[in-house]
């Protein structure tokens, strides 16, 4: 049974409690202790003798592509569900790099998936919104797997998938050349899928090794 009081520990410290209670007979939570979170370390330039910064701020931020929407998610299974799982971690750290949100606003069920998927949005939102950018951050998929569909008292025919992750380290850049650290890390997170409308929409996502 994942429980409502299941948490998603974030890449970049958020701690979060899942919204969704979903049967699993085939799985069960890991008695492993969740990775401890990254603390974040802020740098900005060092003052010169007249207190002036020796570095100007720059706005001279990356190009960032999206990730490759995959093939595989374009049909209802588990390995669809395996595929939009992917690319919806991957679209992480790209709406924080780029402050672009039309791809995640197309897979994420926002109605449902308010915990990790509102405030990883809002915190992209806020980013950019001060000016603000990201760099690094990538994810690398080390295993999936998955299974569904699973019928619950809230949903019906939801998707699971359970993803070991490893993010890159990243920084925030903010408007006045402050720069926020974050250590690379991994992750083991899993991903509530349902397929709607001919097309894969994310209810939930939480780090199941946190789970009581």
């Known amino acids: 049974m994942i429980s409502?009081?299941?948490?998603?520990?974030?890449?970049?410290?958020?701690?979060?409690?899942?919204a969704v209670g979903v049967v699993l007979g085939a799985c069960t939570p890991s008695d492993t202790e969740p990775a401890p979170t990254a603390e974040p370390t802020s740098t900005s330039a060092s003052p010169s003798e007249s207190g002036e910064p020796t570095e100007e701020p720059t706005d001279e931020r990356p190009e960032v592509d999206p990730p490759e929407r995959p093939v595989a998610m374009e049909k209802e299974s588990v390995e669809g569900a395996i595929a939009a799982a992917e690319y919806f971690m991957r679209l992480y750290p790209y709406i924080y790099a780029s402050g672009e949100f039309t791809e995640w606003d197309a897979i994420v069920d926002e109605d449902r998936c308010e915990n990790f998927c509102a405030t990883a949005r809002?915190?992209?939102?806020?980013?950019?919104?001060?000016?603000?950018?990201?760099?690094?951050g990538a994810v690398e998929v080390l295993s999936a797997d998955g299974g569904g569909p699973y019928d619950d008292q809230e949903v019906d025919d939801v998707y699971i998938v359970e993803l070991e992750l490893s993010?890159?380290?990243?920084?925030?850049?903010?408007?006045?050349?402050?720069r926020?650290?974050?250590?690379?890390?991994?992750?083991?997170?899993?991903?509530a899928l349902i397929w709607v409308d001919d097309r894969w929409?994310?209810?939930?996502?939480?780090?199941h090794e946190a789970e009581s």
Not at 167 to 176: A, L, P, Y
Not at 180 to 191: F, I, K, L, P, Q
Not at 201 to 207: E, G, H, L, Y
């Open 201 to 207: 929409r994310v209810i939930d996502a939480w780090n």
């Open 122 to 136: 809002s915190g992209a939102v806020d980013l950019h919104a001060g000016g603000g950018y990201a760099v690094g």
């Open 180 to 191: 926020e650290h974050y250590d690379g890390a991994e992750r083991s997170a899993r991903v």
């Open 167 to 178: 993010f890159e380290s990243s920084e925030d850049v903010r408007s006045d050349g402050t």
């Open 4 to 18: 409502r009081g299941s948490v998603w520990v974030g890449w970049r410290g958020v701690v979060l409690a899942s």
